[in-house]
T-cell receptor
Framework: KAGVTQTPRYLIKTRGQQVTLSCSPI?????VSWYQQTPGQGLQFLFE???????NKGNFPGRFSGRQFSNSRSEMNVSTLELGDSALYLC???????????????FGEGSRLTVL | QKEVEQDPGPLSVPEGAIVSLNCTYS??????FMWYRQYSRKGPELLMY????GNKEDGRFTAQVDKSSKYISLFIRDSQPSDSATYLC?????????????FGKGITLSVRP
């Protein structure tokens, strides 16, 4: 069974640009969550989508947005990039929404974004 | 104060040692507690999962939750070099639209052969 797939794995952008990251969840998983991981702050929750609807949102500015498609694949977008956006962006899928039972997340390997 | 605080690292131990990793949390509404392991250049993977207080054992790993003191622990017996990774504790509250998994910052463990 294929795991969570994230693309691209690595990318370099400059300040002011925008970036789109993609996530394909495990087949059958309807919930997709996004996290930002940095050495200073650790793993911080960005948002969660379930059946194409945003169910939960973390404390990030509006420059961070996402969406989910009917096949459960998800994308996140960061506009007007800042140096502080350099991080590993992790996508995780789960069989049910994190608002349901459990909370068992299956993570991808992440997209490492460097902003110059 | 962050909702989940984790002992800072890094931590280095010799092979065969017993490792104790600890976290505290502030939100008494948290019901589920997990430990994730993250190898270098990989995403986190679920290692242990417990509901409410008590112990859970899986091979060389034991997860312990004490809700009265809001304390989460992971014990690794007979540690191996393959256990070298970053360990993240996480807590989860089941309350509908605002439910989300909250992670500690993680501690990097190195097991020396």
């Amino acid at each position: 069974k294929a795991g969570v797939t994230q693309t691209p794995r690595y990318l370099i952008k400059t300040r002011g640009q925008q970036v789109t990251l993609s996530c394909s969840p495990i087949s059958g998983h309807r919930s997709v969550s996004w996290y930002q991981q940095t050495p200073g702050q650790g793993l911080q929750f960005l948002f969660e989508y379930f059946s194409e609807t945003q169910r939960n949102k973390g404390n990030f500015p509006g420059r961070f947005s996402g969406r989910q498609f009917s096949n459960s694949r998800s994308e996140m977008n960061v506009s007007t990039l800042e140096l502080g956006d350099s991080a590993l962006y992790l996508c995780a899928s789960s069989l049910e929404s994190a608002s349901g039972k459990g909370g068992e997340l299956f993570f991808g390997e992440g997209s490492r974004l460097t902003v110059l | 104060q962050k909702e989940v605080e984790q002992d800072p690292g890094p931590l280095s131990v010799p092979e065969g040692a017993i490792v104790s990793l600890n976290c505290t949390y502030s939100n008494s509404a948290f019901q589920y507690f997990m430990w994730y392991r993250q190898y270098s250049r990989k995403g986190p993977e679920l290692l242990m999962y417990t509901y409410s207080s008590g112990n859970k054992e899986d091979g060389r790993f034991t997860a312990q939750v004490d809700k009265s003191s809001k304390y989460i622990s992971l014990f690794i017996r007979d540690s191996q070099p393959s256990d070298s990774a970053t360990y993240l504790c996480a807590s989860f509250r089941l309350t509908g639209a605002n439910s989300k998994l909250t992670f500690g910052k993680g501690i990097t463990l190195s097991v020396r052969p």
